[in-house]
């Protein structure tokens, strides 16, 4: 594993600009950089699916930043997603549903943003009854494993609107990288 694209998959609103992103973002690429080869890709910024599709035939590993809204990823990064993973790029067809993935032997890392608290994950008593995050993340996951890669431990940023703590955040992320990339 030698090539990583990183993808910041934020979509701006007022009331949710994307500092947290772009702060880990940039500090995903400042870590990895040296040690990996990296390639970056801002969605929010605009983007050219066959630039895309080079980025991704390129790439070892793929992290995505991005917060969740509503349980899943930005409008914009979805409609990333659908229009950049195209058939004969990222899959073709298969006699067996979900095994037709042409990015075999590339990973994918989901780096995440949520305003939901960390206790409300595997707790049943709480919002998400019991669900750990990688469970919450369920579809991005599949989607992930139906175009061929293997998905990595997610890393997630909790109550960040309500209780923010950046310090924590990016000590936590780079113990993330360190487990997950040994830098």
Request: proline residues 3%; contains cysteine.
């Amino acid at each position: 594993m030698k090539n990583i694209l990183i993808i910041n998959g934020h979509e701006y609103y007022e009331f949710a600009p994307g500092k947290l992103n772009k702060t880990i973002f940039d500090a995903i690429v400042a870590t990895l950089k040296g040690t990996y080869e990296i390639q970056t890709t801002v969605v929010q910024n605009g983007y050219d699916i066959e630039e895309e599709h080079k980025k991704f035939t390129w790439a070892d590993v793929v992290i995505y930043q991005t917060p969740i809204y509503w349980f899943s990823v930005p409008g914009l990064l979805k409609t990333y997603i659908d229009r950049v993973y195209s058939y004969g790029v990222f899959f073709a067809g298969s006699d067996v549903y979900g095994k037709g993935g042409l990015m075999q032997g590339k990973k994918v890392m989901f780096s995440t943003t949520w305003n939901a608290p960390e206790h409300v994950f595997e707790n049943v008593n709480e919002f998400m009854e019991g669900k750990s995050l990688e469970e919450s993340l369920l579809s991005l996951h599949k989607a992930h494993e139906f175009v061929g890669m293997e998905s990595l431990k997610t890393f997630s940023c909790h109550d960040v609107v309500a209780n923010p703590d950046i310090d924590k955040y990016m000590s936590d992320l780079h113990k993330h990288l360190q487990d997950v990339f040994g830098t």
